[in-house]
């Protein structure tokens, strides 16, 4: 069973702040997702990434940023955090190759800040 | 890429089968048809995945007529456990739609005892 684990359930940061999000998974999946979710909005694609070294802008990816140094780790980074980046994060992972590959989720981090 | 419309909120008790369907009129041809679970605090989890007909696994069961303008999901005998929110997404999950599928608002399934 894929696993995709992140780091923190909870973080509590203060404004301005450079903050860190980090996940792993364990299938050797080639994409790699980072997500908001927001009461109303649904989930909201950050940015993507399809190997290791490589990413693409989302939906919404201004005040972040991220890394893919090794295939199993994804990072997201909040360059200086801001209220309005209060939310919950999810990252997520698939395979290529397979047509429609499902998702996998991790469990998310809830982000409040302060 | 398609939207999707499905029904906000749904009850049910336990031990009823429960359908909730999804209407996407404007479903393209390369489209498949996804549905996610999502419980509080958790991220979404895949439960199954169709392109016509009907599908089944040990979770739930697909149907989607000839037209595909709409699917159903149908979950036998919930449980308590079922309550959540489930979303139908509708779409061709690569190339410039990687990662990009439309998750929407879901429908809150809760399951009375």
């Known amino acids: 069973d894929v696993k995709v684990t992140q780091s923190s359930r909870y973080l509590v940061k203060r404004t301005g702040e450079k903050v860190f999000l980090e996940c792993v998974q364990d299938?050797?999946?080639?994409?790699m997702f980072w997500y908001r979710q927001d009461p109303g909005l649904g989930l909201r694609l950050i940015y993507f990434s399809y190997d290791v070294k490589m990413k693409e802008k989302g939906d919404i990816p201004e005040g972040y940023s991220v890394s893919r140094e090794k295939k199993e780790r994804f990072s997201l980074i909040l360059e200086s955090a801001s209220t309005n980046q209060t939310s919950m994060y999810l990252c997520a992972s698939s395979p290529t190759g397979t047509d429609n590959s499902p998702l996998h989720f991790g469990n998310g981090t809830r982000l409040t800040v302060t | 890429l398609a939207k999707t419309t499905q029904p906000i909120s749904m009850d049910s008790y336990e031990g009823q089968e429960v359908n909730i369907t999804c209407s996407h009129n404007n479903i393209a041809t390369n489209d498949y048809i996804t549905w996610y679970q999502q419980f509080p605090s958790q991220g979404p989890r895949f439960i199954i995945q169709?392109?016509?007909t009907k599908v089944t696994n040990e979770v739930a069961s697909l149907f989607i007529p000839a037209d595909r303008k709409s699917s159903t999901l149908s979950l036998p005998r919930v449980s308590l456990s079922d309550t959540a929110v489930y979303y139908c997404l509708v779409g061709s999950d690569r190339g410039s739609t990687l990662g990009r599928l439309y998750f929407g608002r879901g429908t809150q399934l809760t399951v009375w005892p």
């Open positions: 169709g392109y016509k």
């Open positions: 299938m050797d999946h080639e994409n």
